[in-house]
Each structure stands twice: as C-alpha cells, then as structure tokens.
C-alpha cells in the first residue's frame, strides 16, 4: 500500500495558527497548488484563531448572520488576521497580531447571495450615471466613482465587497448587510467568550473556485511584497 506524500514545504506548517513570518517564508517558495492548497486548508477552514477561546461563538456569530442574509450557517467563514491570529497585509501591519484594533473579514460563498449583490450593484450604477440618486458631496462621489470600476472588475472575478453598494435608497439588501456588519461587533464585545474589534466587512464570493483563486493571488502578492 502507498501511503500519502504531503508536500514537504507544507509540511513545516504544523500548527493551525501559523506566524505570520513562518507562513511568508514557506510563500516564497510555494507553487500554485501550494497556495490553492493553504487557501482551502488554513484560510477558510477550522476555528479562526480569534474564536479560538470559545468555537461556538463563532458558530452563533454564523447562524445569526446566515438568518440575516438568507444563507447557510455553512457558507459564511473569516479570513485575514481573525483567521490565523496574525496580519499578513503587506506593509507596516504585516504580522501584526489580531486584537481590539483589528477588524473582522467575513465571508460569504453563496451564489445566490452573490447574484443579489451583483444585480444590486448594476441597479445602482445604472441610477447613479442616470443622476437618479446622488453622492452627498464631493467626497462620496469619489468613492462612488471608484466603486463603479472596481465593483466591474470583482464582478468579473467572481466576487463583490458589501461596502462598494450604498446603503440606502431602495436598496433594502445593502442596509441589511450594513446594519448587521455594524451591529456585529457590539454583539460579539458582550457575548460569553467576546472580544473587542474596530470593526467588520463582508466579501461576497460567486463560488468556492472564486474565493480559492483569489486568495490564491493575495497569497501570491503577500510573498512578492517580502521578497
């Protein structure tokens, strides 16, 4: 019988919770497979490290934002430094270790989340280059104008951030997901096992290839970054 040969580079991850520099260093010298490998394994799946304390908090955190968003409990996980306890944005953050100033990176792989959120997006663009709502001031029509092409191209990619879609006129999803996103960290602070965050952000994904794919990428970005 042949037993299984994992990948010697990933073989040296042995922890759940890798350091942020350990984690790097094994980036740099990773294939593709490698990173779609880590992605499914230490980025989506598991306790992230920030409910690590109490687990079935982060189940009741699922369950209340799934009965908001109409989803499965199933569907939605954590990324970022909530997932594996250390920061890997590069920059001045990079390994830095989650706590109260950081925020939590939710995520949702619902296709039919993500077909409402897409057909939101166009309904609001085609409002907004009609003039049939508009940005309070100058600030927010610079925003709105980014999230227009930025939004075209997630779009394409098989994902979409919450925040790109105003939260308010007639569109009822985004002030939806808005209230729960601000509700969220308050919830968790006075919850059994709670904790502090600044705040919380929703990425809504098309498919689990789409969310593989891309975290695949800012794996890949993260490892150049150090280089």
Known sequence: MQPFRPNTILTKLKTAYPQAEDLIEILKDCREEDRLTISRLWMSEGIPFAFKELPCLYEEVRVWLSNRLDIDPKEITIIGSGRIGESLTPGENMGRPFGAHSDLDLVAISNALFEQMKQLFFKWGEAYEAGQIKPKN??????????????????????????????????????????????????????????????TSLR????????????????????????
């Open 204 to 227: 809504v994904y098309r498919d689990w290839n789409s969310f593989m794919r891309q975290v695949s990428l800012n794996l890949k970005i993260v490892a150049e970054s150090v280089r």
């Open 138 to 199: 100058k600030r927010e029509t610079r925003f709105w104008n980014e999230n227009l092409r930025v939004c075209d191209d997630t779009i394409q990619r098989g994902f979409i951030d919450a925040n790109k879609i105003p939260n308010r006129g007639s569109y009822s999803l985004a002030k939806k997901i808005a209230q729960s996103l601000f509700l969220l960290p308050g919830k968790i602070k006075v919850s059994e096992g709670g904790f502090e965050i600044r705040t």
